[in-house]
Structures are given as structure tokens and as C-alpha cells.
Nanobody, 115 residues
């Protein structure tokens, strides 16, 4: 069974940056499309960024220009660089496949942005 472990969240002031990491075990990364999702209380998880096995990235309109997704297949890791953080970016961030696998949801990592 695939296990995805997110890390890198924290409390940051508006305008700050964070880099989230997601490591997969066991190794299966090289051709799999991956995504970063986020969820706020009372709302569904939304896809904010995705990356193909070849490295092509796509972003939700709300994060374009501020979020950058990347992957290191040798380390089985997907990253999400978040710049110019806004209070509305406050959420639990998860990584998963794209489309997501119900069995692969991890604990996520909390990002809290103070104004």
C-alpha cells in the first residue's frame, strides 16, 4: 500500500513562504501524476497544483504565480513552494495522486497564515 507523508507546514506571516514536501513509499513515482490538495474546515478538498511524470505543472487560478510544484523522482518526493502567502491560504495541505486515491490520503500538513 502506498503511503504519502507530507511535511513542511507551519505558522507564517502573510507575505512569507513555505516549502511543503511529500514523500512516497514504496517507490512508484516516475510516471505517476501527483497533486497537492488543500482543505479548510467545512469545505471539500481542492486541487491546487499538479505535476505529470514528465514534469508538466498545472495550477488553480487562485494560486497561479505564487505556488510552484516540483518533483524529485530520485527521492520519491514532490514539493510545493508557496510564496506570497495570504491568510486565505490557511488550510491543511495534502498530496495524493491525480486523480486522487482514497487509500492514499495521509495526515496532511497544516499551513496557517497570520495577517
Amino acid at each position: 500500500q502506498v503511503q504519502l507523508v507530507e511535511s513542511g507546514g507551519g505558522l507564517v506571516q502573510a507575505g512569507g513562504s513555505l516549502r511543503l514536501s511529500c514523500t512516497a513509499s514504496p517507490s512508484l513515482f516516475k510516471t505517476v501524476n501527483m497533486g497537492w490538495y488543500r482543505q479548510t474546515p467545512g469545505n471539500q478538498r481542492e486541487l491546487v497544483a499538479s505535476i505529470t511524470g514528465g514534469g508538466d505543472a498545472n495550477y488553480a487560478d487562485s494560486v497561479k504565480g505564487r505556488f510552484t510544484i516540483s518533483r524529485d523522482n530520485a527521492r520519491n518526493t514532490v514539493y510545493l513552494q508557496i510564496d506570497s502567502l495570504k491568510p486565505e491560504d490557511t488550510a491543511v495541505y495534502y498530496c495524493n495522486f491525480k486523480p486522487p486515491s482514497l487509500r492514499a490520503w495521509g495526515q496532511g500538513t497544516q499551513v496557517t497564515v497570520s495577517s
